[in-house]
């Protein structure tokens, strides 16, 4: 049993804001950020809310997949950047799409949010517990992110991308993990109310305790190093698990967050930049919305053929990391 992708949405805000922009408040330059990153600009929401996009998203989607509101299972929603703490990103945006009384819940894998929303869908689709699936991936990175500290604030874009999926018998295998030992190296800290009865500051561990809440810190180079070896090894083990070889995928959809990032694991893996989609130049890394946003993109360019075999691979904050292969 397998899963097939019925439609696909997507939603990005009008602001396009180029790396030049950046020069007027920090010390950068575009040739900086686009030598060392691939990045050209993103579109930063100039009043959009996350739930907005991922609404729009999942109104394209839908319509997509020829799909109405009251035929959707479930609601799984993938961000980092929701709007709200509660309730939760998935209910506000599929209430706007006019689904009523579907499960509707929140994933939070960073940006391998969308690989392992599909792997749950999945479960539920293969056990016959939902036939339809909406998948919305919705965030507003620009939200966490510290304008003041140039490693990080030229990488992140806001946007919004999601699909419906129903079962099929087409090819489908995943595989998951995360490393447990970097869980500090992408990390924001939630913000809390003013409590009369909290006598101290959180005893936070050492690595982390002068973050400040709401603020996005980053440890590049070890990101970079744990990306340039994750991506590969999760792309490797999910092809065994299919029993086939990377060489045999058709396409690879990754997560765009440094296109040298995608260039050194696709050397690793030995494959060439042909089979990859790549559009971090335009958007940025938009966090979980990247794989989605990509598969939007080519579905759209008529780039997925059936029977084609599709990688997706992600990795991200906790550090979580994994692929999906599916058979388009
Ligand atoms: N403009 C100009 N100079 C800069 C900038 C900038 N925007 N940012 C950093 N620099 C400087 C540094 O200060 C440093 O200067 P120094 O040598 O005087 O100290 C120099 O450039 C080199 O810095 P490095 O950090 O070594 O640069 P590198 O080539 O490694 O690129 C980057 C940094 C882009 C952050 C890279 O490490 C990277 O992409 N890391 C992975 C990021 C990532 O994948 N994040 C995933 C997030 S996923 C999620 O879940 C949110």
Not at 30 to 57: F, N
Not at 92 to 113: F, Q, R, S, W, Y
Not at 226 to 236: I, L, N, S
Request: glycine content about 8%; hydrophobic content about 40%.
């Amino acid at each position: 049993m397998g899963i097939s992708i019925l439609g696909a949405g997507c939603c990005l805000p009008q602001q396009e804001v180029d790396n030049h922009a950046f020069e007027s408040f920090i010390e950068t330059s575009d040739e900086w950020i686009t030598t060392r990153t691939g990045i050209h600009c993103r579109r930063i929401s100039d009043g959009i809310l996350t739930y907005q996009m991922g609404a729009e998203a999942a109104r394209q989607a839908l319509k997509d997949a020829d799909t109405a509101p009251e035929e959707i299972d479930m609601v799984l929603a993938t961000t980092v950047t929701a709007d709200t703490t509660t309730p939760s990103l998935a209910c506000l945006a599929a209430a706007e799409v006019g689904i009523k009384t579907a499960p509707c819940m929140d994933l939070n894998a960073a940006c391998t949010g969308f690989v392992y929303a599909l792997d749950v869908a999945e479960k539920y689709l293969s056990t016959g517990s939902a036939k339809k699936i909406l998948i919305l991936s919705a965030e507003m990175m620009s939200r966490i992110v510290n304008f003041k500290d140039r490693s990080s604030c030229v990488l992140f874009g806001d946007g919004a991308a999601a699909v419906v999926v129903g079962p099929s018998d087409k090819m489908y295998h995943s595989w998951l993990a995360c490393n447990l030992d970097g869980r500090y190296k992408i990390f924001s800290k939630a913000t809390n109310s003013e409590n009369p009865f909290r006598k101290k500051d959180f005893d936070w561990p050492e690595e982390v305790a002068e973050m400040q809440p709401g603020l996005m810190e980053m440890a590049g180079n070890e990101v970079y190093r744990f990306a340039t070896q994750a991506m590969p090894e999760a792309v490797q083990r999910c092809c065994e698990k299919a029993g086939f070889t990377p060489e045999q995928l058709d396409r690879i959809i990754p997560h765009q967050a440094n296109l040298r990032i995608i260039r050194t694991a696709l050397k690793h893996l030995g494959l060439p930049e042909e089979k990859v989609h790549i559009n971090i130049q335009h958007y940025g890394n938009i966090s979980s919305a990247c794989i989605p946003l990509s598969l939007c993109e080519m579905k759209r360019a008529g780039e997925l053929h059936p029977g084609d075999k599709i990688c997706l691979v992600g990795f991200g904050s906790g550090l979580t990391y994994g692929a999906a292969v599916l058979e388009w």
